[in-house]
């Protein structure tokens, strides 16, 4: 290969010396031959292990670098049988709460020397099962799921027949496998405890959901709190769908519309509050001045808000954490008995709860 550029220098151009060929393979046996070392010494620099020198692990990077030198994942799985591969599974990614429990997952993953695969379904149940056959497919070493609403032990057979590890997060659908998640009916129950205490006797639920654990148990601990104070559960100030911020703004309007309005509300999450105190302002109010709203999760976005949000933290960096390490303790004993870690949440007072009006 010459080049004959305006200058009409026909300089001859030739690969780096490290490379045999433009379709050659670089091995571990080239490197170590290239740096007088053993191929064990450059099998463990490349992946940092402690046991090599400094110095030596960032020569043997270096050049691995320089001579293109790309890590052949499937013939160590083969020879290991290991991909350090975990899938992760969530119906939602757009939902901030859900994206906080992926970095705190990530993060463990990699500090364990493992990679995730990432694959979303909605809240669909047939688009749920392609996704997860699909991550199946990959052979990683085990899964953390957050299942589509409706699902049931039923969704997870055929991975279980598979022999594949899985740690269900945030929502439950059957104590046969381990679950990480939070304490949800007693998180609505801080929340209503909080609005009675303010005063509030009329209290909506807005994105009650029958079909995921975490909206069972919330709307749960909704209902227990008005039977304890001796309060009527008014259907008119339930409203269901999922935790969206449109199903939020749509509730409010409906609850607002009802015979006898609310002067507060509980949300199944953020995002569904976030709608909710939109859906106040469309009639001229405000949230933490002529009503009160309390979400549940604690994103960040809460305390961005004007108001800044009152909410139920549920500590998805630990919950994600804690979801990674159970897999991977999973997949090293897969006959250990199942393990259930609920974390407590906890309430956050902010700028959206008051006492009521008159």
Known sequence: MTNSGPSGAGQSLKPPAAAAGPRSRVTLQIIADRLAVSTATVSLALRGSPLVAEATRGRVQQMARDMGYS????????????????GVGFHDITNPYFAELLAAIEETTTAHGRSILLGTYGEDLERQDRVLTTLKEYRPDGMILCAAGGSTAET???LAAAGVPIVQLSREITPALDFV??????????????????????????????????GRNRYRG??????????????????????????????MH???????PPTAAVCMNDLAAFGAMLGLRHRGREAGIDFSIIGC???????????????IRNFQDEMGRTSAEFLISRIADPDAPPRRHLLTPALVIRGTTTTPRG
């Open 181 to 214: 998640g939070s304490d949800d009916r007693h998180g609505t129950t801080l929340a209503m405890e909080h609005l009675i205490g303010l005063g509030h006797r009329r209290i909506a639920f807005i994105c009650a959901n029958e079909r995921i654990s975490t």
């Open 222 to 251: 909704y209902c227990e709190a008005l039977a304890r104070h001796g309060l009527t559960l008014d259907p008119a100030l339930v409203y269901s769908g999922y935790g969206t911020r449109e199903n939020g703004l749509k509730g």
């Open 156 to 158: 997870f057979a055929h």
């Open 71 to 86: 890590y052949n994942r499937s013939a160590a799985s083969l020879r290991t049988d290991r991909t350090n591969i975990l």
């Open 254 to 260: 409906a609850v607002l519309d009802a015979a006898d």
């Open 297 to 311: 999760d604690d994103v960040q976005e809460a305390a961005q808000w004007y108001p800044a949000l009152t909410t």
